[in-house]
């Protein structure tokens, strides 16, 4: 099949559209969690914290780098961040000398159920115009993730509801 491009401004492009749809919800995302002290990475890493330690489980930096998709310096930088504010503590895996679990303080726990509510109401404000929220969430989901069925329906990414 051939496609015939459109040349008809940036307006008509998908990916110019979900850039300017991103940057709008990250403004808005980032004025919600000021009032709490975290930035929007802040906020992943330590609901992602929160997710493992509902589980019972003590990730290390990169588990949780993993789990977050974000990049493994910049994790363990925001990480110390994140240990300095008291949210969460950071120890050597006495497995590994290398690695560092992760724990998350009651105080990193209380202030992660805050902003995931503060997060939910940012996006049901921002996306509250949607009219088929589940086909919305479907749609970024086989784009965010090709190839892996169901991951907006398990709970695989923040404030996911």
Do not use: H, N
């Not at 780098?65 to 110390?80: E, G, I, K, L």
């Not at 996006?123 to 589940?134: I, K, S």
């Amino acid at each position: 099949m051939t496609r015939t491009r459109t040349f008809g401004g940036p307006g008509i492009s998908p990916g110019y559209l979900l850039w300017r749809a991103t940057l709008r919800w990250q403004r808005r995302v980032t004025m919600a969690l000021k009032p709490l002290g975290l930035t929007y990475v802040q906020y992943v890493l330590l609901e992602g914290l929160w997710r493992f330690d509902a589980q019972g489980r003590c990730p290390s930096q990169r588990e949780l780098a993993d789990q977050a998709a974000t990049d493994v310096m910049m994790t363990s930088q925001v990480v110390r961040v994140l240990a300095d504010k008291g949210l969460l503590r950071r120890a050597v895996d006495p497995r590994d000398a290398r690695k560092r679990v992760l724990t998350i303080t009651p105080e990193g726990r209380e202030l992660a159920e805050r902003a995931m509510e503060v997060v939910a109401g940012a996006d049901d404000d921002y996306f509250g115009g949607v009219g088929d929220r589940r086909a919305l969430l479907a749609l970024l989901g086989r784009l965010a993730f090709p190839g892996e069925r169901g991951r907006v329906r398990d709970g695989g990414g923040p404030a996911a509801r």
